[in-house]
């Protein structure tokens, strides 16, 4: 690699590091405002669609000391899983 190759990955590598801790900041002023973490954000969650290591780690800390946000996810766990389910069957049982 030259120099200004070398020079251009690492200045790609400090952005992207300085991109996840503005993203975590981001998502824990978003947490603090808003209190809770939003029923949209819990089923992304369940699901595995959450791929933002930064919001991952923000929904996860804030699961780690919330209560009611615990409380919520497991309720969204069950009506992702009871929907899965509902479709599987009907699918099953289809006639096409």
Same mark, same amino acid.
């Not at 801790?21 to 369940?46: F, Q, S, W």
């Not at 780690?64 to 479709?87: F, H, I, K, M, N």
């Given at each position: ?41 819990? $089923?992304?969650?369940?699901?595995? &669609?959450?791929?933002?290591? +930064? ?5 996860? !800390?804030?699961?780690? #000391? ?7 996810? $497991?309720?969204?766990?069950?009506? &992702?899983?009871?929907?899965? +389910? ?5 699918? !099953?049982?289809?006639? #096409?």
């Amino acid at each position: 690699m030259d120099v200004k190759t070398k020079l251009l990955a690492g200045t790609i590598r400090q952005l992207r590091a300085r991109r996840e801790r503005v993203v975590r900041l981001i998502a824990k002023i978003h947490a603090k405002i808003h209190g809770h973490i939003d029923d949209h954000d819990l $089923e992304r969650y369940h699901l595995g &669609v959450v791929k933002e290591e +930064a919001e991952l780690a923000a929904l996860e !800390e804030h699961l780690l #000391w919330c209560g009611p946000c615990v409380d919520r996810t $497991e309720a969204a766990s069950q009506y &992702v899983d009871t929907v899965r +389910a509902a479709a599987c069957d009907r699918a !099953e049982y289809s006639p #096409w």
